[in-house]
């Protein structure tokens, strides 16, 4: 079989960086964007990025309301970080001034695990603590709370713990200390003779082993709270709803036009190069928010128009049939297009935050256009709700109810969307019924 020049013809789809730009920027919701802006202009010198001086507390600052940072400032949850909670402990002990600052130092070192990276004396040194013992210190860091932290390594972390323990065990120490690679194999019985116990207490060392917290910080250190930024708003206003983007706190984006002319003229050819690459960057980053903001606001618009019940009642059951390929077709865009808009946008209503995918419904059963899942399980939760309770009615009783009143829905798809409602089988609603 010899070798030939072959010559083929293929459409092949590549996405250009401009193309692929684009997409990113529609994905992004308004706190991914802000970060995406900002990571550009430091790329490309050709781009001027200035914080709007418009800031979300501005919306209610009138009328003597408080604003979203005074909101959040009342209802979050105090947060302390576990170093913070380690001072804490460490002040109420009475000792001497530098030992409390040297201690405060290691403490102000721990990485997010509750582990020294360093050495104590290297922390010290460098603040003049060399007139306080490290290993002091060290010891003192060591007794806080919880037991582990302080630890330069998993083994001296696991073996603090061992020491806390009421039911201290020297055998689970060694094996901790000497005989660590041993868990890799976990060979116990040759390892018993070698240090004359039964294997029952290797095997009960080892269970208390395998209970300690290899993160002892984790039980004490709170996440910050996450709020929820909305990328739209869609609320009652008089006896229309209004549709806003919140984009009026994105940071403004513009090209700095004067200073590419001017470096285009007093540049060698690489330099020109580089600076019309940088242009087209720059042209297409500002084409793909515009793009974004088009496409977002007319997808807004029709979410508005398409579920105007649930924006005026709050109720899911209010929700009607649309698919993204129905938002797709209107809008004569693809329905990836869709997808990436809705993707991690959320929505500002009367009746709070709502993800902007859950206004994209599909119709339940083939050939119905009228009905959504929430409102087969509201219709579930009436029949169940006006049951007898010593005869439950079954999954297929139900579903023959909803045939007779034009819903097609098998005993398999009531069972799922009872489980979703939170109502029990027949079985468990006869014992509540009984109790």
């Known amino acids: 079989m010899g070798l030939a020049l072959v010559q083929r013809q293929a459409l092949k789809l590549k996405m250009t960086p401009a193309l692929y730009q684009s997409v990113a920027v529609l994905q992004c919701n308004n706190e991914e964007l802000t970060h995406l802006i900002r990571e550009k202009a430091l790329e490309n010198p050709l781009l001027n990025v200035a914080d709007s001086d418009l ?56 990485n997010d695990n509750g582990y ?20 002091q210190a060290l010891a003192l860091l060591q007794s806080l709370d919880p037991a582990g932290v302080g630890a330069r390594s998993l083994i001296e972390c696991l073996c603090l713990q061992l020491r806390r323990l009421e039911s201290r065990s020297p055998l689970a120490e060694t094996l901790l200390t000497d005989y660590r690679d041993c868990f890799l194999s976990g060979d116990w019985s040759e390892l018993a003779e070698q240090m004359d116990v039964t294997e029952d207490e290797i095997n009960a060392a080892v269970a208390q082993i395998r209970r300690l917290n290899p993160n002892p910080v984790a039980a004490i250190q709170e996440d910050p709270p996450q709020y929820i930024i909305p990328d739209v708003t869609i609320v009652q206003k008089g006896d229309r709803l209004v549709c806003e983007l919140e984009d009026q706190y994105l940071p403004t984006v513009s ?15 690489e330099t020109k190069r580089y600076l019309r690459e940088k242009m087209e960057e720059a042209d297409a980053l500002i084409s793909g928010l515009s793009r974004r903001k088009q496409t977002m606001m007319q997808l807004a618009e029709l979410v508005m128009q398409r579920q105007e019940a649930y924006f005026s009642t709050g109720e899911r059951t209010s929700l009607r049939p649309f698919t993204m390929k129905q938002a797709a077709e209107q809008l004569a865009v693809h329905e990836s297009t ?10 500002q209503t009367n009746h709070g935050i709502v993800p902007m995918r859950q206004f994209f419904i599909r119709a339940v059963g083939k050939n119905q ?67």
Do not use: W
């Not at 020294?116 to 490290?134: Q, R, S, T, Y």
């Not at 869709?338 to 929505?347: D, E, H, L, N, P």
């Not at 799922?416 to 509540?432: D, L």
């Open 55 to 110: 800031h979300r507390d501005d919306l209610f600052s009138f009328k003597g309301a408080k604003s979203t940072s005074d909101v959040i400032a009342e209802t979050q949850a105090q947060t302390i970080d576990f170093r913070e909670r380690l001072h804490c402990e460490l002040h109420q002990m009475r000792l001497e001034p530098c030992c409390i600052e040297a201690t405060d130092l290691l403490i102000d070192s721990l």
């Open 338 to 347: 869709i997808s990436r808009a809705a993707a991690g946008k959320y929505v």
């Open 255 to 269: 090209i700095n036009n004067d200073d590419y002319q001017m470096y285009l003229q007093a540049s060698d050819k």
């Open 369 to 435: 256009t009228a009905l959504s899942a929430y409102q087969i399980q509201d219709e579930i939760k009436k029949l169940i709700n006006q049951e007898d309770p010593r005869r439950p009615l079954s999954d297929q009783i139900i579903a023959g109810i909803l045939g007779q009143s034009g819903i097609k829905c098998s005993r398999r798809a009531v069972a799922k969307y009872r489980q979703r409602c939170g109502i029990g089988s027949t079985i468990e609603r006869r014992a509540v019924a009984r109790a």
């Open 116 to 135: 020294l990276d360093e050495a104590p004396d290297a922390i010290l040194d460098p603040f003049a603590k060399g007139d306080v013992d490290p290993q």
